[in-house]
């Protein structure tokens, strides 16, 4: 497994101009492992985007590497890395404490009476999406810790994490003019409980929308 990353050229908008919906990040994304184009075999390949001290960056999971030109195709020259993450993946263990990254599209299902498919719909208040995250951490290998804080008067546990934004970018269909996706990153610590499972959950992701830069979860050591 590789781990890429390149910076976005933003502040360029000749060069960014196609960037304006997931679906043109999604194809840029697939665009950047040409072998997998040309056999018509394409691998599923996680991403997201994140912003960190005002910029804005690519990051993609995968299998084999990227093509590191196409990959700056509307990257900041000079920004492209990749390296190897099975490095990571080999030193993970059960019980062990990371703090850890999620984007994902948090939703639930809809089913009414006499209905034989629910209707997928997305979670709308903080409330609701951190109780989705938290429901769905035993089966993805993990454990999400509470402890009592000081500063809560009430007494009330506090979670170990948080969410730190919330959006809704607009994804182009072939069948519409266009929907809009709910967005949500998730940071904090959490602790592995089965790491078969969580090594699982960090190469294919958590959620919906994978194709369209959600349910990647990226971690690293406990500071």
Known sequence: MYLSRVEIDSNNRAKTRDLTHLGAYHN????????????????????????????????????????????????????????????????????QRLQFRLTANPTHTITKPGERQGRVVPHITIAQQRQWLIARAEKSGFELMQSVSAENPDGQPVWSFDIVGREWPTLHRRTDRGVRLSRVTFEGLLQISDVATFKETLIKGIGREKAFGMGLMTVIPEA
């Open 28 to 95: 840029w994304v697939e665009q950047s492992f040409p072998a997998e184009v040309e056999a018509g075999e394409r691998q599923r390949h996680l991403w997201r985007i994140d912003q960190l001290s005002g910029k804005r960056y690519l990051l993609i999971l995968s299998e084999e590497k990227p093509d590191a030109t196409k990959l700056a195709m509307y990257g900041v020259q000079g920004t492209v890395m990749t390296k190897s993450y099975d490095h990571l993946l080999d030193t993970l263990q059960d019980g």
